[in-house]
């Protein structure tokens, strides 16, 4: 019998679920609730959890088939390639562009063929105060626009490009180019149906560069209405982060956004693990545009 408890955190999206260790293999009607809660609240949150790096992969494949991070391969936790690190401090004794992941709204990997179903980030070290994370809710973005706009959309697909990752441009330039080479432009459609809930998001994202078939300069006016509207206050839940929290959100119908309101001489680390999504991507290439 599954005793988890739920408890809403914003009206947009997110909940607290209290009752589950995952120091613990999860049972099966436990796992089932918190999966349903998942799909109900995009975003769940468990406090207090110490895991390990084992025990983090092990609650992580029960959600489906992980990411060995091979679009971003140096930030792997050595022997684990399925734990990518978001962390200021050092790795391999240099500065970790991971310090400045997410800094623009986005859903993990929307820059690959296989966008994330999923991911799992669990805090395990913090600053004082600060490093918050943001969650926007794609559904509701997608059901508040007028049935004229949702109708220009329905067929539309968006070119999804890793050079619009923010910073991406100050990292040195042979570690861009890799991810560039790693990530090639892929077009996404920009209505999606979440697989699980039959419902539909937007996916487009500040990672977007344009419409296929359209020009940029077409493009760029109606992606940046999307993103604002879909970042209205309404629909977001700004996360404070405790120590050994994990949060883990369903990126096929939310973004977010990582913020730098911290002092970056103290120590923010995280782990992360990312759930494979669905290949709905195609890549692009010049030919397909306007
Ligand atoms: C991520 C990310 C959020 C954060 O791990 O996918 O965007 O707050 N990071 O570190
Ligand atoms: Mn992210």
């Not at 930030?75 to 690190?85: H, K, M, W």
């Not at 999606?192 to 940029?216: I, N, Y």
């Amino acid at each position: 019998m599954a005793t988890i408890g739920i408890r809403r955190l914003s009206n947009g999206l997110g909940a607290e679920i209290t009752g589950v260790d995952l120091r613990q293999p999860v049972d099966d009607s436990t796992f089932a609730a918190v999966e349903k809660a998942w799909h109900d609240h995009l975003v769940l949150l468990f406090r207090g959890q110490d895991i390990t790096p084992d025990q983090h992969i092990a609650f992580s494949r029960r959600l489906g088939e992980l990411d060995q991070h091979g679009s971003n391969p140096r930030y792997r936790l050595d022997d684990y390639p399925e734990i990518l690190q978001i962390t200021n401090l050092k790795v391999g004794g240099k500065p970790s562009d991971t310090r400045n992941t997410g800094r623009n709204w986005h859903s993990d990997l929307s820059y690959t063929r296989h966008p994330a179903k999923g991911s799992l980030l669990n805090c395990r070290q913090k600053p004082d105060v600060g490093g918050d994370t943001m969650f926007t809710n794609m559904y509701m973005a997608y059901e508040t626009l007028s049935e004229r706009m949702k109708a220009i959309l329905e067929d539309l697909w968006a070119v999804h490009d890793v050079s619009l990752v923010a910073g991406i441009g100050e990292r040195d330039p042979e570690k861009t180019a890799e991810m560039k080479r790693l990530s090639p432009p892929v077009a996404h459609p920009v209505v999606r149906v979440h697989p699980d809930t039959g419902r539909k998001a937007l996916f487009v994202s500040q990672r977007v560069r344009s419409f296929v078939g359209m020009t940029e300069a077409e493009s760029r006016p109606i992606l940046d209405f999307l993103c604002d509207h879909a970042t209205s206050h309404e629909f977001v839940y700004r996360h404070q982060w405790q120590v050994h929290d994990l949060l883990m959100w369903d990126n096929r119908c939310t973004m977010h956004l990582a913020l730098a309101d911290f002092d970056q001489s103290q120590p923010r680390h995280m782990l992360r693990t990312t759930l494979l999504g669905e290949p709905i991507g195609r890549l692009y290439n010049e030919a397909q545009a306007a």
